[in-house]
């Protein structure tokens, strides 16, 4: 692909809530993910003559992206990953009252729990519909690892689940 100005603007129209959603779940931080967005972007203008189709360009920004919010989460250091299976200061700042959460927020908020490489598979195979396989060759990871991420990932937000989304069934 030639880069013109008019095809950079629609590639930006047609994936900025991909490359945002990706950045945003995996940094759980707006502001954040809008840098790399801004910067992925960026990127992509410099790289765009090396890009061959559209399939090329959406893989491309989703690998981009999950890459750049890795590079971003281990710039900011929120916590080691060794503390996973502790409650983070994430469930300290919910409202007294868990009724007071939608559930939508509490399963995003046991998700920034997860250690980032089981984060990562479970943001790409759940929010961004892409295979093992496709989350193998985003991520730059062996299949085998992406799977065992994908199943302590899931074994974790069920044990967590359990706890966080009784109050829920309460009411």
């Known amino acids: 692909m030639t ?16 490359v945002y959603s990706v950045a945003l779940r995996l940094l759980g931080d707006p502001g954040l993910a809008e840098e790399v ?13 090396r890009l061959e189709s559209d399939d090329h360009v959406r893989h491309w920004l989703r690998r981009t992206a999950t890459h750049r919010a890795t590079d971003a989460f281990r710039r900011r250091s929120v916590r080691p990953e060794g503390q996973s299976e502790v409650w983070d200061d994430i469930f300290d700042r919910a409202p007294a009252s868990r009724r007071e959460v939608p559930m939508e927020t509490a399963m995003e908020r ?19 519909d892409l295979s ?40």
């Open 110 to 128: 046991m998700l920034l729990t997860l250690p980032l490489q089981q984060r990562t598979a479970l943001v790409l195979r759940y929010g961004e």
């Open 3 to 18: 880069p013109s100005d008019d095809e950079f603007r629609r590639l930006v129209g047609e994936h900025s809530s991909l």
């Open 37 to 49: 967005a801004q910067d992925v972007f960026l990127e992509l203008y410099r790289s765009l003559s």
């Open 132 to 171: 093992p396989e496709e989350i193998a060759r985003t991520t730059g990871q062996p299949l085998a690892t992406v799977k065992s991420n994908l199943q302590r990932g899931l074994q974790m937000l069920r044990r967590k689940g359990a706890v966080v989304l009784k109050e829920f069934v309460r009411g």
